[in-house]
Nanobody, 119 residues
Framework: QVQLVESGGGLVQAGGSLRLSCAAS????????MGWFRQAPGKEREFVVS????????FRGESVKGRFTISKDNTRNTVYLQMNSLRPEDTAVYYC????????????WGQGTQVTVSS
């Protein structure tokens, strides 16, 4: 069974940091791009950052450049989102997602983890 399981969300003060984890099981990620998305209440889902598993190419959304970093652990089949200098507007449910290199659509999704940044 293919699964993406996020963890690491929580409540943090503005200016603080959090690291989210996404553990993938039931698949090999060599031909995948793994990404993080977020959705705040009343807003559309927003792309945050992605990484291609084999090449390590990283793409970041404009709103998180310089603050958020994505990384991966091949041995653990896990992707991480390091979030620094958090702002109240970063409050959202964060989702881990995966798509094949040959696809434009993310078709694997985790259950989401809540991140709340207090001012």
């Amino acid at each position: 069974q293919v699964q993406l399981v996020e963890s690491g969300g929580g409540l943090v003060q503005a200016g603080g940091s959090l690291r989210l984890s996404c553990a993938a099981s039931g698949l090999t990620l060599n031909n995948y791009v793994m990404g993080w998305f977020r959705q705040a209440p009343g807003k559309e889902r927003e792309f945050v950052v992605s990484i291609s598993w084999s090449a390590g190419a990283i793409f970041r959304g404009e709103s998180v450049k310089g603050r958020f970093t994505i990384s991966k652990d091949n041995t653990r089949n896990t992707v991480y989102l390091q979030m620094n200098s958090l702002r109240p507007e970063d409050t959202a449910v964060y989702y881990c997602a995966g798509r094949r290199l040959t696809s434009r659509e993310y078709d694997l999704w985790g259950q989401g983890t809540q991140v709340t940044v207090s001012s």
